[in-house]
């Protein structure tokens, strides 16, 4: 099945322990990003991946890191998570930069 | 300011109904746009995508582009309780590789 997985679905942390969400896509596909959402403020992208080792910064990147040594997994890594990054967070993947997102399933984390 | 705006609803309507959502972009460069509808707690599904003026159907729903008045709609008729979810407008200009939300509409269809 054709998906973008996500793990884990539910973290919850403390102030500064460094934390990784992985993404992963079965579907060969070149474009992938991160977005959180956060009530009233939508869908806010967080870093995206235009192909392997190629990435740059969406409209909220502080706090964030990610990278892309391999086509199907874009993980996010929040070094020193702030109860500011507590939110969901959703991967995206599409075929090109130009084509409609696939998202996964969310992660809802909350930093304490 | 906000790149793609949308009122936040919630918009009701009754079930058989036309449901109108609205979506403005400022960015004049923004060549591809796109509706998702998201479920309480669940993720955006892709429900149209629409990339030149005018109007796109599918099924129950339509898109409709206006680039000069930097507007894009979804019209989804004989609206179902099912229906009932936040729709997201987003918008892509070509010449960047960020695709920007809109806050959603909750759109309610009452039975």
């Known amino acids: 099945e054709a998906q973008v997985t996500q793990n884990p679905r539910y973290l919850i942390t403390v102030t500064g322990k460094k934390l990784t969400v992985t993404c992963s896509q079965n579907?060969?596909?070149?474009?992938m990003s991160w977005y959180r959402q956060d009530p009233g403020l939508g869908l806010r992208q967080i870093y995206y991946?235009?192909?392997?080792?190629?990435?740059d910064k969406g409209d909220v990147p502080e706090g964030y890191k990610v990278s892309r040594k391999e086509k199907r997994n874009f993980p996010l890594i929040l070094e020193s998570p702030s109860p500011n990054q507590t939110s969901l967070y959703f991967c995206?993947?599409?075929?090109?930069?130009?084509?409609?997102?696939?998202f996964g399933n969310g992660t809802r984390l909350t930093v304490t | 300011q906000k790149e793609v705006e949308q009122n936040s609803g919630p918009l009701s309507v009754p079930e058989g109904a036309i449901a109108s959502l609205n979506c403005t972009y400022s960015d004049r460069g923004s060549q591809s746009f796109f509706w998702y509808r998201q479920y309480s707690g669940k993720s955006p599904e892709l429900i149209m995508s629409?990339?030149?003026?005018g109007d796109k159907e599918d099924g129950r729903f339509t898109a409709q582009l206006n680039k000069a008045s930097q507007y894009v709609s979804l019209l989804i008729r004989d609206s179902q309780p099912s229906d009932s979810a936040t729709y997201l407008c987003?918008?892509?200009?070509?010449?960047?590789?960020?695709?920007?939300f809109g806050s959603g509409t909750r759109l309610l269809v009452r039975p």
């Open positions: 629409i990339y030149s003026n």
């Open positions: 995206a993947s599409s075929p090109t930069a130009n084509s409609p997102l696939h």
């Open positions: 991946s235009m192909n392997v080792e190629v990435t």
């Open positions: 987003a918008a892509r200009m070509d010449s960047s590789y960020k695709l920007i």
């Open positions: 579907m060969n596909h070149e474009y």
